[in-house]
């Protein structure tokens, strides 16, 4: 009983309600942790120590989300954006059985491919407000089924292309900063990205994306010229598109009759159509490139760093059967298989532009695109940018994509170095050359004269220099240590991607150049960045209470390629 009262007389903590109402101290006879009384100005308990976690990094795309934690080497998530994401809630029309099958309305190009899309090229007459909400959504989306993390702790790196209009810069930073509460936000280029991905410090990137394909000449990761055309994956979509449509209608013809033709719904889904085009399309290389041999295509491709792809023969053509089971009822096409190479040539690497002419500035095939960025860069950068073509963007997964684009530059730029120009410069350093050649036979003669007349011992003019050992070692070591390097060649390497490269860059902890802090942008918006381009991110040394925010200052914020 008396250890039953004595429990009774005890707090929670193990400690006398006597002593508590006294405040003296007193040892408890029972066992328990001491409590941390450490009351130091400079002491630092565990219990206050936090470990920095590593950034999330997000991707946005037209049509995908990639988001993931630094340091992995593939994105944890890829949201792809479509309308079963933005129906209503209580919405499941997506899920039955019958909807595939079911007759849907016949709609233009432009709000076929509408769903699929966060934002248009053309941000005219476009509501940003639901755009705001899309973003929102598929962030929400990729933080709570993916990610299992709170945003407010940790910061966020953005993959973002060079020229992305401010507008939807400002939505991205407003959604992660007003409504997800991240503390910061750095921005990366994503071509110079790519270039990190494959382990280079210059290279000529050709992403193609869905509305326009980007060459961007990167030199020691900085952007030296970008060229942009409307050659990419939505005109590959398209074509595709037409080109199968045009066969449905033809068969619809030939065994419903005309009235079965006329309907609306002989255009396969856009889903069908994606899939047709990933599992059937190829690029067969470029007529005319002169290499028929097995052993010396497979012996290039080991050397540009691309899978070797065997050529194939126009004779040996097999056909092969497309099912199309959006279309009521279902269809069975048979077609040969080179027809899909010729959708893939026509889209990208025709010259002929959208109408009957030539193609306009915007309407560039991908080869002449590569072959303009490489003409507007300077030459020391174009023997460098050369050698090191990188081919990224969804379509490039296609296969032989990567290997035209390098056969395009390659043809290009022989046929500019046989014109008539480049001939008369030839023949004007074969001139040069040889006046050269002459003169040093000349300066020879004379040493040799020299030494006749006067026996072994020549003047130090006409003397030979003396080698010396110490010097010859040391460059015999940098040549047996340092790789030659490869210029004026064009020759293709492959990348991991953007995302990568951030992953690589974050697991480096290299300092961004555009980095947003969230009260500044909540305060001020795009508005209080430097537009000169030119203002750090490193924090100020001065100490004093009273000293002006700069340039250095973590106040002062730029956007860097952005603005």
């Not at 750095?186 to 790519?194: R, T």
């Not at 040996?316 to 893939?344: N, W």
């Not at 020549?458 to 790789?483: C, H, L």
């Not at 390497?493 to 969230?518: D, T």
Request: glycine letters at 8%; one cysteine or more; aromatic letters at 6%.
């Amino acid at each position: 009983m008396a250890a039953i009262s004595e429990t009774q007389n005890r707090g929670p903590g193990g400690v006398r309600h006597s002593v508590l109402q006294s405040g003296l101290g007193g040892i408890s006879p029972l066992p328990r942790t001491p409590g941390n009384a450490t009351t130091s100005a400079f002491s630092s308990p565990s219990h206050s120590s936090k470990i920095e976690e590593d950034p999330l990094i997000l991707e946005f795309g037209t049509r995908v989300l990639r988001a993931g934690p630094a340091r992995d080497m593939l994105p944890l998530c890829s949201i792809w954006y479509g309308p079963a994401h933005q129906s209503r809630a209580g919405e499941y029309r997506y899920w039955e059985p019958d909807f595939a099958s079911r007759p849907q309305k016949r709609k233009s190009n432009q709000k076929w491919t509408k769903p699929y899309e966060l934002w248009p090229l053309d941000l005219r007459g476009v509501n940003l407000g639901l755009v705001e909400d899309k973003v929102e959504l598929y962030v929400r989306q990729a933080y709570s089924k993916y990610l299992m993390s709170d945003p407010r702790l940790r910061r966020i790196l953005l993959v973002l292309p060079p020229a992305f209009p401010r507008a939807l810069l400002a939505i991205l930073l407003y959604a992660l900063f007003g409504i997800f509460q991240c503390p910061s936000a750095s921005l990366f280029s994503a071509p110079v990205l790519n270039a990190v991905a494959a382990g280079l410090r210059s290279s000529l990137v050709v992403d193609i994306g869905w509305n326009e394909a980007t060459v961007t000449a990167v030199y020691d990761y900085r952007e030296a010229h970008t060229c942009r055309s409307i050659r990419a994956g939505k005109k590959l979509v398209l074509d595709m598109r037409r080109f199968l449509t045009k066969l449905v209608r033809k068969a619809l013809s030939e065994t419903r009759g005309e009235e079965a033709r006329q309907r609306g719904d002989a255009s396969p889904c856009m889903e069908e159509v994606e899939d047709v085009l990933m599992r059937m399309a190829w690029c067969r290389r470029r007529s005319g490139s002169g290499l028929h041999d097995s052993t010396e295509n497979r012996r290039r491709a080991e050397n540009d760093g691309y899978p070797y792809e065997a050529e194939r023969d126009e004779k040996d053509d097999p056909v092969t059967a497309v099912y199309l089971k959006s279309l009521s009822p279902p269809l069975k096409l048979e077609l040969p298989f080179s027809s899909f190479s010729d959708v893939v040539e026509r889209a990208l690497f025709s010259s002929k532009g959208v109408g009957e002419g030539p193609p306009d500035d915007e309407e560039l095939p991908i080869g002449h695109l590569a072959y303009k960025v490489l003409m507007s860069i300077p030459f020391d950068v174009r023997s460098v940018c050369m050698s090191r073509i990188v081919v990224v963007g969804g379509p490039s997964g296609i296969p032989g994509i990567k290997r035209r684009v390098v056969d395009e530059v390659a043809h290009l730029s022989a046929r500019a170095s046989s014109g008539t120009p480049s001939k008369r410069n030839d023949k004007a350093k074969r001139g040069d050359s040889s006046r050269d050649s002459s003169e040093s036979t000349d300066s020879t003669d004379a040493r040799r004269d020299v030494r006749s007349r006067q026996g072994e011992q020549a003047p130090a003019a006409f003397a030979d220099q003396e080698t010396d050992e110490i010097t010859e070692s040391f460059r015999r070591m940098e040549a047996k240590d340092n790789k030659p390097t490869i210029h004026g060649v064009a020759r293709g390497i492959e990348s991991l991607g953007a995302w990568s490269g951030a992953s690589l860059v974050a697991a480096l902890k290299i300092k961004p150049v555009v980095e947003v802090e969230r009260e500044k942008f909540l305060q001020h918006g795009l508005a209080g960045a430097n537009l000169d381009g030119k203002a750090g991110v490193a924090p100020s040394r001065s100490t004093a209470p009273t000293a002006k925010t700069g340039p250095g200052d973590r106040s002062s914020w730029t956007l860097g390629v952005w603005t």
